[in-house]
């Protein structure tokens, strides 16, 4: 029986030991490449033989790549911010009050979580030409943040339904309006869920793409992901296959330690919006 | 379980308390109610309209239109003439099949894998955080971060990937062995939030039941899908219904890996070519429209054929 259950052991951290190199070898070969020198880049080893940090002083001493760490950190931020704050007043609404067109909300956002963003990117690029915010932070944030509503929506709803109302009753019976029993009671309870979604909506702003290259022309406003597909190299006769895997480990490592940090809070999110439906 | 009982609670005790409220004084509660719930969503509702609603309007109006971006004085009317342009195209339909091929693949190894996942970290004994925490990791990576790591690791000279392959192996640069790849680095990025999901789903799954199942002389195969499976399909067909809109709009990994090269570009990288490369906003537009309408038509089959109940749409009933 005990060579039985060490055996199931064995298998399980095996299986275990599988999972987690599946999910991290990639992430170590970007890192690994990041710190090697120009000298060995091309020598296909998974661990650097000539360690350097040549590749991270190249990248921040170029605009290129400063500002476009700027630029994402600036418009994941803003947008975020935006899209939680919407998303909770009408989250809000959905998970607690009765009201005829709420069926109309969900549906419009469950729409727009399915809307392909390619077919949104012409018509935006003209529009935004037009109205002269092509190419700037507004630009990127409306696409952002309306993108990431959705999920903010979903997201909120599901923590709000799991608080205790009772305390919203009691609130409304000492005398306070809807209002200011969502203020004064109903948000600070909310405050881990709407930390939760924030979260998500950032990381999902962080890793947007296709908007990226699609609405910005120049370093005014194009975010890092965007930055590193059109990387030339610090000088002119380098590959610029280091500068991108570093500039790739800056961008991913501050997430990793937060998905670290918040990865109960992260799987709660991630999962309640889509199963209880 | 926990969290179901405590929201179908929370429910009970809310329309105990609507209840009487009701029956008394109605309509001024009710009203204010009513005016505030529009209130909250207003702006989100604005937003969302604003942003794609109007668009896609505006997208259907330049799709009628010869509109290159090179001679912006010579947009006129013509009609369905860039449809037919599109649909007539053998790089549309070679796009259409190409994102087809890689969407129904992806998504079905993302399905056994993320299941075999979920079930790793719904039945292991150790390390069962490491692995929860582990599997974040590509989730929260930057989707052309990895593509990167994955165009590395198979660029001959490069990569420790290519190494193991025959010499002058350039995978990358052949139809098939790039389309695989595409679909690898698509796989990777997104198996672990199909396995989050579905591990959602499987502790959904009352331990008693497969325990009678157990004591009834089903064996561990037969609990799984007679039991399990048939249980989690409400967790399993959402995530696909996600999962497959999702890689129909495939595009990161593509623009990194190959950039469209090769036969390896999908509808999303035509419509973008289209806009940028060829500055063609009436075409670009067109197939804005008809990708738009691809989507449309593969989330009418999922709720529709296979009764996906979307999300939300049980707080949507009360």
């Excluded at chain 2, 399993?236 to 999962?243: D, G, P, S």
Aim: charged share 15%; with cysteine.
């Amino acid at each position: 029986m005990a060579g039985a259950g060490k055996r199931h052991l064995t298998r399980w951290t095996v299986v275990n030991v599988l999972v987690v190199a599946y999910a991290l070898f990639p992430v170590w070969w970007i890192v690994s490449l990041s710190f090697k020198d120009p000298s060995t880049l091309t020598d296909g080893n998974f661990i650097p033989t000539k360690w350097t940090w040549e590749n991270y002083r190249g990248i921040f001493q170029t605009s290129e790549f400063t500002r476009a760490l700027v630029n994402s950190i600036g418009i994941a931020l803003i947008a975020t911010f935006i899209a939680v704050v919407l998303g909770t007043m009408a989250a809000y609404a959905v998970a607690r009050l009765r009201f005829p067109g709420k069926r109309l909300l969900i549906g419009l956002s469950l729409l727009i979580a399915m809307f392909p963003p390619i077919s949104l990117v012409s018509p935006l690029f003209n529009i935004e030409r037009v109205l002269g915010i092509f190419d700037t932070w507004p630009g990127l944030i409306l696409p952002y943040m309306t993108f990431s509503l959705p999920l903010a929506i979903y997201t909120l709803s599901a923590f709000f339904r799991e608080i205790p109302w009772d305390l919203e009753k009691a609130a409304k019976v000492d005398g306070a309006t809807p209002a200011q029993a969502f203020r004064l009671v109903i948000a600070p309870l909310a405050a881990p869920g709407v930390f939760t979604t924030a979260i998500l909506v950032f990381i999902f702003c962080w890793n947007d793409f296709l908007f990226a290259i699609s609405l910005t022309s120049t370093e005014a406003a194009r975010t890092v992901p965007a930055a590193i597909a059109f990387f030339t190299g610090s000088s002119q006769f380098q590959q610029p296959t280091g500068s991108i895997a570093a500039a790739a480990t800056v961008i991913t490592v501050p997430i990793i330690v937060f998905v670290l940090l918040f990865q109960r809070r992260i799987v709660a999110g991630l999962t309640s919006g889509a199963v209880k439906g | 379980m926990r969290r179901t009982g405590t929201e179908e609670g929370a429910r009970a005790a809310a329309a105990g308390a609507k209840a009487p409220a009701e029956a008394g004084r109605l309509s001024e509660g009710a009203r204010q109610e009513r005016r505030l719930g529009w209130l909250l969503c207003a702006p989100a509702v604005l937003v969302m309209v604003a942003v794609t609603a109007y668009p896609i309007g505006y997208a259907v109006y330049l799709s009628l239109q010869r509109y290159d971006l090179r001679f912006p004085d010579q947009a006129e009317f013509v009609g369905l003439s860039n449809y037919g342009a599109v649909l007539s195209s053998p790089f549309w339909w070679e796009a259409f099949w190409v994102t087809l091929f890689i969407t129904v693949v992806s998504v079905t190894v993302e399905l056994v894998l993320g299941m075999a996942l979920a079930l790793v970290m719904h039945r292991t004994i150790v390390g069962r955080g490491t692995v929860r925490t582990a599997i974040l990791v590509p989730y929260g990576i930057v989707t052309v971060v990895a593509a990167f790591s994955w165009q590395y690791a198979w660029t001959p000279d490069t990569g420790y990937l290519a190494a193991l392959l025959p010499e002058g192996d350039a995978p990358l640069t052949e139809q098939w062995p790039a389309l695989g790849l595409i679909i690898l680095a698509e796989v990777w990025k997104t198996t672990p939030f199909m396995a989050l999901l579905l591990l959602a789903g499987l502790a959904l799954v009352p331990e008693e039941t497969l325990r009678a199942a157990m004591v009834d002389g089903a064996g561990a195969w037969q609990r799984f899908w007679r039991v399990t499976l048939p249980l989690m399909k409400p967790a399993i067909l959402v995530a696909l219904l996600f999962r497959t809109l999702d890689a129909f709009r495939v595009f990161d990994s593509i623009f990194i890996l190959t950039a469209g090269a090769h036969g390896t570009g999908s509808v999303s990288i035509l419509g973008y070519d289209n806009l940028f490369t060829a500055l063609n906003l009436g075409i670009g537009s067109a197939i804005s429209v008809l990708v738009f309408v691809c989507v449309a038509v593969i989330a009418f089959v999922f709720v529709r054929l296979f009764g996906a109940a979307a999300p939300g749409s049980e707080q949507g009933g009360r």
